[in-house]
């Protein structure tokens, strides 16, 4: 059976009013899957504003640190790049990379068919070698956003590419799971870009305005259904920031929690700490820097306290987090997978 459900209690020890209480978790045995807990992730801005968002919410360092990458000519630089920031952060932290296969705001210049048929395969071998050096968990958002039109991808060809893609990863032998992203808002038009539940170990889904986030959740029952675990890839409060305090927090955060929250199956959240307002391209996006609003700095520190979520720590106490203990409790009805 490839899903059971948790049953030990998570959350003793703190009192939380019963219309916030976390739903226990799902625990699929996905690859590098924490049975019980969400992971706390944050990045694509500089990982100096990694650090300064760690410095605001104090004890709770994010325990994932977000990237990005393209096949083409990769080389060694992302991963000599990338250990430089991770030596940034002082405790144990692991990578969640998106891949990409397109130039971003160039959607004519897709390229998942040559990945497809192998024309990048020695930029994709000289990447894995040089991040199997890194000698750390990844969680590879492989051709994110996949039928977002902005990237240009085409179902059969980007179906094509995730799974050379992820053969390569696996033959590499490096510690890493293969995550499919697509883009919230048409579910079925989402799937025509589905790899098969062989390719894929985790689903994830980018939220940014108010909207996604319910959007979101017919994507996440989805994911129940093919037995996958979810991941927030990308997050940021859209057209709304956090100068308004308890306002912002009203409009964005607290449904975006409350959706992690009574979402057995989300596993994982990435947060984007950045001031989209400073770039023209995305000047109407506003402030996300909980640094700069004390009331949603606050608030959001509350939420990291819940014991619902798993901060940077020890590779000892990450890895653990996988380790299957306590009373576990199969599903009514399995899984059987579609076998592509």
Request: a neutral charge; aromatic letters at 12%; one cysteine or more.
């Amino acid at each position: 059976m490839k899903y059971i459900g948790v049953v030990v209690s998570l959350f003793m020890g703190m009192p939380i009013a019963h219309s916030e209480e976390p739903e226990p978790r799902h625990y699929y045995r996905a690859k590098l899957e924490p049975v019980a807990h969400v992971l706390h992730g944050a990045g694509q801005c500089s990982s100096q504003d990694v650090v300064d968002y760690a410095k605001t919410l104090e004890s709770y360092d994010p325990a994932i640190f977000m990237d990005y990458c393209g096949v083409k000519n990769a080389g060694t630089n992302f991963a000599n790049n990338l250990k430089k920031k991770l030596d940034e952060f002082p405790k144990y932290t692991v990578v969640q990379m998106g891949l990409s296969m397109t130039r971003d705001g160039k959607p004519e210049e897709h390229y998942e068919h040559d990945v497809a048929e192998g024309n990048y395969d020695e930029d994709l071998a000289v990447l894995l070698n040089s991040l199997k050096q890194l000698d750390v968990p990844l969680y590879i958002r492989i051709g994110y956003e996949c039928n977002g039109r902005w990237n240009g991808y085409q179902p059969e060809t980007y179906k094509k590419a995730f799974r050379h893609v992820t053969q390569m990863i696996r033959e590499s032998g490096i510690n890493a799971a293969t995550v499919w992203c697509p883009h919230p808002n048409n579910l079925k038009q989402a799937m025509k870009y589905y790899p098969g539940d062989r390719w894929v170990d985790w689903w994830a889904v980018d939220i940014f305005s108010p909207d996604q986030i319910h959007n979101s959740k017919p994507l996440i029952a989805e994911a129940h259904k093919h037995g996958k675990p979810v991941m927030i890839g990308e997050s940021t409060p859209r057209h709304v920031g956090v100068l308004e305090g308890k306002t912002s927090w009203d409009k964005w955060f607290g449904p975006y929690f409350e959706l992690i929250r009574k979402s057995p199956g989300i596993k994982a959240f990435c947060y984007i700490n950045w001031n989209w307002a400073k770039y023209p391209r995305w000047q109407n996006w506003g402030d996300a820097r909980l640094q700069q609003n004390e009331v949603v700095a606050d608030l959001y520190k509350k939420e990291m306290s819940l014991p619902l979520y798993q901060h940077a720590s020890t590779k000892q106490a990450f890895h653990s987090s996988q380790l299957a203990t306590g009373e576990l409790k199969a599903p009514d009805k399995a899984y059987a997978g579609d076998g592509k």
